[in-house]
């Protein structure tokens, strides 16, 4: 049965470079009111890999080694109706839009918008695109794989490499750290 579901806060700070955008949390992430929560997400093994994010740290302590590294998170919809967490059971119709717009426009060191699968790049196309401004520097817009466990077709070394595009926007970052390393 579909519910209607509302999403998670975003982990964004004032610095940020890149900013992460999923679809819309699963009922896993929802449930915990953590973003990525499912145990066979590779999202945080990634983060591990390319951002120096201690992978056995708390939660807490990831979000704020993110954020430290110029790092956000959020996603595209704050609100819709959708039975289980499969981006394809979001009824067409149902979604509301976070205010990413006016949290996009205020992030001045903005340089890419990353999305997390397809769905979030279609999702952001349709619902902020349209009402984004021009905005005062270049923000790339690059569509990864996504890091769920529905795509598992896709192994961590493939996504690893495939996220690593990132590495130029995160290199010289202002917190001393390198951010998104590129895999040799």
Same mark, same amino acid.
């Given at each position: 049965?579909?519910?209607?579901?509302?999403?998670?806060?975003?982990?964004?700070?004032?610095?940020?470079?890149?900013?992460?955008?999923?679809?819309?949390?699963?009922?896993?992430s929802?449930?915990?009111? &953590?973003?990525?929560?499912?145990? &066979?997400?590779?999202?945080?093994?990634?983060? =591990?890999?390319?951002?120096?994010?201690?992978?056995?740290?708390?939660?807490?302590?990831?979000?704020?080694? +993110?954020?430290?590294?110029?790092?956000?998170?959020?996603?595209?919809?704050? #609100?819709?109706? &959708?039975?289980g967490?499969?981006?394809?059971?979001?009824?067409?119709?149902?979604?509301? =839009?976070?205010?990413?717009?006016? $949290?996009?426009?205020?992030?001045?060191?903005?340089?890419?918008?990353?999305?997390?699968?397809?769905? *979030?790049?279609?999702?952001?196309?349709?619902?902020?695109?349209?009402?984004?401004?021009?905005?005062?520097?270049?923000?790339?817009?690059?569509?990864?794989?996504?890091?769920?466990?529905?795509?598992? *077709?896709?192994?961590?070394? *493939? +996504?690893? #490499?495939?996220?690593?595009? $990132?590495?130029?926007?995160r #290199?010289g970052?202002?917190?001393?750290?390198?951010?998104?390393?590129?895999?040799?």
């Amino acid at each position: 049965m579909e519910e209607v579901l509302t999403g998670l806060p975003p982990v964004v700070a004032s610095d940020c470079r890149v900013l992460i955008l999923g679809s819309m949390p699963g009922a896993a992430s929802i449930q915990a009111s &953590r973003y990525y929560a499912h145990p &066979r997400n590779r999202f945080w093994p990634l983060m =591990a890999a390319l951002a120096d994010v201690p992978e056995e740290a708390s939660y807490g302590e990831r979000l704020v080694a +993110l954020q430290r590294g110029g790092i956000g998170l959020w996603d595209v919809i704050g #609100e819709c109706r &959708r039975a289980g967490s499969l981006d394809s059971a979001i009824v067409r119709g149902s979604e509301r =839009a976070n205010a990413l717009v006016p $949290l996009i426009v205020s992030l001045g060191q903005l340089r890419v918008i990353a999305f997390n699968g397809a769905t *979030a790049a279609s999702l952001f196309r349709r619902h902020v695109e349209p009402h984004l401004p021009e905005l005062r520097q270049p923000v790339q817009r690059i569509a990864l794989p996504s890091t769920s466990p529905a795509h598992a *077709a896709m192994g961590l070394e *493939a +996504l690893r #490499e495939a996220w690593s595009v $990132l590495a130029p926007w995160r #290199e010289g970052s202002a917190h001393g750290g390198t951010g998104l390393r590129a895999q040799a």
